[in-house]
């Protein structure tokens, strides 16, 4: 069972805020998933089996060297929330 | 207690690689562009894109394996590091984590750790009157810069003053210069440069807490704030206080170190292998690229310019860590005639470098490698005596041209007949006839005025020795 | 020909006509125009107004217009992802496989409805509302391509593009009573498409039978520079041909293929293995011993990932924000709070909490070397049989509402189509029958035959299915006329 702290740990690692009633069923049912993949753990032997990150078995997929046009300012500020001359305005991180 | 502390310092380097686009979008790099205009949907972290690895970073990095004696992992991958924070745009940052490109190398008395390829965060410029990130309400970020390639180097704990860790910066910085993988300017940001740093007793294996300084961009301040760091450890554990593990930055307005991170939480950056790369694994045409690629680098010149041409330990290194110097230096010899010594010619390329400035390259002056080894011949040959050989220098400079018409031009051949300059002091002693006697006397200091004469009269042409010489002579002394 | 006949065509039949010259490119947008206005499965979150877009009769896809998922970025057009955090915003750029499909011929008649993010098996996570299953309008498509599918198993679209992560376009394909093609990993670029689990998701298509999968998929694939991970097929495409299945081997895993799958569902599986030997198949059973574990290394692997794909999500370059004022933390945490769902929430909680310290090597390294055992067991089921074969959903569409309250029962949908997904292998479900939902209720209802193959069978696996298909004859008119 998850407690609320690691609710709210993992919450705050993740930047989502949660209601009570949020932290409360979020630990229920996390607990209930949870529960039922530690199953995985009762598999034997996984010693020495590679991890898969990724079924493609590529190597070395590299890109030439050469600039593309990039997008033009108004494109770029096109969805921002806040834009400004500069950019993108966000709240300053020294005040949180 | 009273013990001799001694300071452990290692660095974490990261280098902005010189390539042309992104490490991982095809974005021209930015040179103080307007803000967001080297930016597409990659480098802003648009939902569904994709990164796609830069080559020639890869082969930069190959470069620094070897230039560094790197052992190069037949399989690296990348990581995301996550965190969350406006100047990272997809709130992770790819970088590779637990299988560099390179590992356990050297360079000079200090091992490499690791040397790994990583992207570049964006710039937050904040808002407000102070411009301090404490003071302001708000930020604005600017994703130019976010996603330039970096390679991260970070050594073993093996310095042990700052002076050493400012000198060892420099080698690397004129080592990556001479590669050509990175512009390495601090004042700009393309070398910036973090330390480790911790105090143990004289003579302990052990490590001490370290500490980790962090902003300081110029030569400078490395050394200010690595001093002030072991000062202030030393201090501490003296007054048998612990030492903090914490991150400090470096104010250079006030030289001082202040603690960056303490509330903050526990970074759990929660890395997994990046999904959406697949390995670099080296082929040998990849690592044979690399070798060719690779120029002689400046602790090897400095090394050949003692072995081969007998330059002194700083001329040596002067010219092997400004490679256009050596370079220079090296086309002089190529000219000389039989009997110029190459310690002549690089005294010469010094003189030159002074008057064209260290960060030019000699190489474009006006000054060609030929004109400047007759230079150094007619002087060497007493042809001309050396301060008529600056003179000349100076014209060569200015307007280049050839060294012998300069010389006949201004009037500046040493005088060839010692009668004719035996006549003139003869002349000076008389017309100067109480210094003379002072010389006479043993004050030598009194020669003056009598060789003033001489050199108005022969318009500076008279070597200054042969001078002394003659009025020795004449004055039976 | 009258708009009801019109929209009764396959896209290749279309295709066929207006080569022919029988058919005006126009006169089916209008159809299939008309009819997508008038959605009301609410399968769609976006319909083109505009009049028919200029078509090639000569184009691969000869003008038929195509519905695509909300997770494709098309550019101008609104891409939400099913997400609130996403409303309104248009992408500066459209996804590879998209631009493939108009450089094709097709033109893009819609974006269809999803589950938020391609997180779910029902489409109930969608900010945007719940999809109605054209067959029971009181149940579930399917996701998490819900809109997909119910639009063209509806007559709303002709075919459609969609994702699946681990299921997310044979389940609703299945639900639904039409055709779900996912090919094998890397076969079509990502580029653009929205990231939900980077190392399993993959594009497919959703089509009335499998010759329009087979033509969709053609123009769908192929190496993308953009994407690194993207290799194309070795081979184009071919219209399938096959007319029985003499030499096939089929294999079916009783992990797969047993417990929890709905007795109706079992039935149909079963009658259309004795039609597969009627064809000429040999039928044997087999194992795959760490299939059962799937579920679980899939539900660790894809929240990891999706943790980090939906970290972008911050309110600073696009997208909703929320901010009182509180400083940037409060800015983050509260603009994610009010653009995510609670399924989102759970799977990004449950993402981070598997990569946090000290977890990393107990949950998604462990998950990751049961990865590999699974695609070892594929490995060595595939040099006994030519494909495996297995029940596509454990169940007929429920009823809307009758999971979301048990997310482990909601996750148990996607028990037969994860495995593929965490081998990369590719696997297509088609229509094999109807039964009737668990509980006395008396509506039939479409069940689906997953038939997965070895990475890069696409063309065979496609040969299959075509026998099987037109053995099989279902029917799927009832969904359209209902429409
Ligand atoms: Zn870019």
Known sequence: MLSSDQVLHVARLARLELTDEEVTRMGLELSNVLDHIEKIGELGELEGVVPTSHVVELENVLREDSPHQSLSPGVVLASAPDPAPGGFRVPSPGTS | MNVELEPVIGLEIHVQLKTRTKMFCSCALSFGEEPNTRTCPICLGLPGTLPVTNAQ?????????MAFDCEIAPKSIFHRKNYFYPDLAKGYQISQYDIPLCSNGRLGDVRIHRIHLEEDAAKLVHEGASGRIHDSDSSVVDYNRGGTPLAEMVTEPDLRSAEQARDWLNLLRVTLRQLGVSDVNMEEGSLRCDANVSVRPRGSSELGTKTELKNMNSFRFVMQGINAEIARQTALVQAGEPVVQETLHFDPVTGRLSSLRSKEEAHDYRYFPE??????????????????????????????????????????????????????????????????????????????????????????????????????ALVTERRINAS?????????????????????????????????????????????????????????????????????????????????????????? | MTATEL??????????????????????????????????????????????????????????????????????????????????????????????????????????????????????????????????????PGGSSGGSAAA????????????????????????????????????????GMIAFASSLDQAGTFTRDVTDAALLLEAMVGKDPYDSTCLGLPEPVQPPTATDLRGVRLGVPEELSGEGIEPGVLAAFERTLDIARDLGATVESTHLPHAAHGLSAYYLIAPAECSSNLARFDGVRYGMRVDDGGGLLDMYTGTRAAGFGDEVKRRIMLG???????????????????RTKISEDFESAFSAFDFLVTPTSPGVAFELGAKSDDPLAMYFNDFCTVPMSLAGIPALSIPNGTAQAPGGSSTELPTGFQIAGPAFSENKLLNAAYALETALAFDSSPAREAS
């Open chain 2, 57 to 65: 970073a890869v082969h930069f990095g190959l470069m620094m394996a």
């Open chain 2, 275 to 376: 999904p959406d790369l697949v390995p670099v694994a080296p082929t040998e045409a990849m690592l044979e690229r690399a070798r060719t690629a690779i120029p002689e680098l400046p602790a090897a010149r400095e090394e050949r310019y003692g072995r081969d041409f007998s330059l002194g330990g700083d001329t040596a290194r002067l010219l092997a860590y400004e490679p256009q110097f050596g370079d220079y230096f090296e086309a002089t010899t190529q000219e000389a005639t039989a009997g110029v010594s190459p310690a002549v010619l690089a005294n010469w390329v010094t003189e030159l470098r002074t008057r064209i400035g260290a960060s030019s390259d000699p190489a474009e002056s006006k000054v060609t490698p030929d004109a400047l080894a007759v230079l150094a």
């Open chain 2, 388 to 477: 008529a050989g600056r003179q000349v220098l100076d014209t060569l400079v200015a307007e280049g041209g050839d060294v012998a018409a300069i010389v006949e031009r201004e009037g500046l051949a040493a005088m060839d007949s010692d009668e004719e300059l035996a006549g003139i002091v003869k002349a000076a002693l008389e017309a100067n006839a109480d210094a003379a006697a002072k010389v006479r006397d043993g004050n030598a200091k009194a020669m003056g005025p009598i060789v003033g004469y001489v050199m108005r009269e022969t318009k500076g042409r008279a070597d200054g020795g042969e001078v002394g010489r003659l009025v020795r002579e004449q004055l039976g002394i």
């Open chain 3, 7 to 140: 929209v009764g065509l396959t896209a290749a039949e279309a295709i066929g006509r207006i080569r022919a010259g029988e058919l005006e490119p126009a006169e089916l947008w209008s159809a299939y125009q008309q009819r997508a206005q008038a959605d009301d499965l609410n399968a769609y979150t976006w319909v083109a107004d505009a009049d028919a877009p200029a078509a090639d009769p000569a184009a691969p896809l000869a003008g038929v217009p195509v519905a695509v998922k909300d997770l494709f970025c098309t550019e101008g057009i609104p891409s939400q992802a099913g997400s609130r955090i996403l409303e309104n915003y248009c992408p500066p750029y459209t996804a590879t496989a998209i631009q493939n499909i108009y450089d094709a011929g097709a033109p893009l008649l819609a974006k269809t409805n999803q589950d938020e993010f391609a997180m779910g098996s029902s489409n109930e996570n969608s900010a945007y509302g719940p999809v109605l299953n054209p067959w029971d309008r009181a149940r579930v």
């Open chain 3, 152 to 191: 063209v198993a509806a007559g709303l679209a002709p075919w459609a593009t969609g994702t699946d992560t681990g299921g997310s376009i044979r389940q609703p394909a299945a639900l639904c009573g039409i055709v779900g093609f996912k090919p094998t990993y890397g076969a079509i670029s990502r580029y």
């Open chain 3, 352 to 370: 981070t909490y598997a990569l946090s310290s000290g977890y990393y090597d107990a949950y998604y390294g462990r998950a990751q070397k049961v």
